[in-house]
């Protein structure tokens, strides 16, 4: 896993982010999931049943999977909600997410199965968890659920956070050839969840987190976007490791200074990637003309664009180092 992914895990699993994500997908933005009802969920290994009814070990690391309880007739009852991260479109999504949730069903039948089968001499008795003793008919022994039992659901979110296209599959049925379109309708779908930044509407950024959706939006819209974002009052300031992770991610090549409060001041920074860049283009033109002399090109450079020569130094140094990695 690269750097850049790790970094992205770690914002997104926040729990604001986390359940703004969910709030907009299931509830078009309105906050009813809330980030202190989410408990972190350890998930990362399950057992499945092969076919000669041998449990088999399957190992399956989700980027984030929190369970959200919902108080019902003053009882906590639980939802699974998944999270994955993609930086690129992949493109056997549904298939991926499909087994996320089979592994998570499959684990709670087990611990249904565990907590009525323990301590049991006789093949048709069960002991709740306060220890009284129960009878189970012989099907609820063999499914090792009792009727009426009921599963926890699980919904899993992909959230592409690439900057391109996605034109990757989803459903599980955009993966499938059927010969006979018949036969379609007997082969159970799934359906990916999915949120695709381009695809975002601009009606839809203001349903996240503010930074959330800051991020998710200049992924839409790139550095060509930034500075028609930025003259928006709710875009000036923005929260540090947002302004950050999208300046990585998008590539927008600006300088993000973080001040005492965790703000990044997005106009100071929009302005600074100008002055830089109009910098580095009179270091190429006045190139073209004194070659390696740098000595006239700073002077030039300072005359015409009323800056410091420790400044295009400083640029010229940075443009050396970048160029020197790019050969390497």
Known sequence: ??????????????????????????????????????????????????????????????????????????HAVYVLLGEEFQSEVHYAGPVKDMVYDAVNY???????????????????????????????THAEFLSGLKKGDKLKPVITLMVYLGTGKWDGPRSLHDMLYFPDKRL????????LNLIVPKKLKNSDFSKFDPDLGFLLKVLKLGE?????????????????????????????????????????????????FKKKTLVEGGIKAFRTVWGNDDKKIVEAVCKMLEVTPAYVRRIMNDSTTSAATVRA
């Open 184 to 191: 379609k309708a007997f082969v159970p779908n799934y359906k």
């Open 224 to 272: 060509k976007g930034l500075p028609e974002m930025i003259s928006e009052p709710q875009y000036q300031s923005v929260d540090g490791e947002t302004a950050r992770l999208a300046n990585d991610i998008a590539k927008l090549g600006l300088e993000i200074v973080i001040d005492e409060g965790g703000k990044a001041d997005m106009c100071k920074a929009m302005e600074e």
């Open 106 to 136: 499959v684990d709670q039948v087990k611990q249904l199965t565990r907590k009525y089968r323990r301590k049991n001499d006789d093949a048709e008795i069960a002991f709740e968890p306060d220890g009284v003793k129960i009878r189970l």
């Open 1 to 74: 896993m690269g750097m850049m992914d790790v970094k992205t895990k770690e914002y997104m699993k926040k729990p604001e982010r986390f359940a703004s994500m969910f709030n907009f997908l299931i509830y078009d933005g309105e906050p009813v999931i809330k980030p202190e009802n989410l408990k972190p969920v350890d998930s990362t290994e399950a057992t499945i049943i092969d076919s000669n009814g041998v449990e088999v070990s399957v190992q399956k690391f989700r980027d984030a999977l929190d369970a959200w309880g919902i108080l019902e007739d003053d």
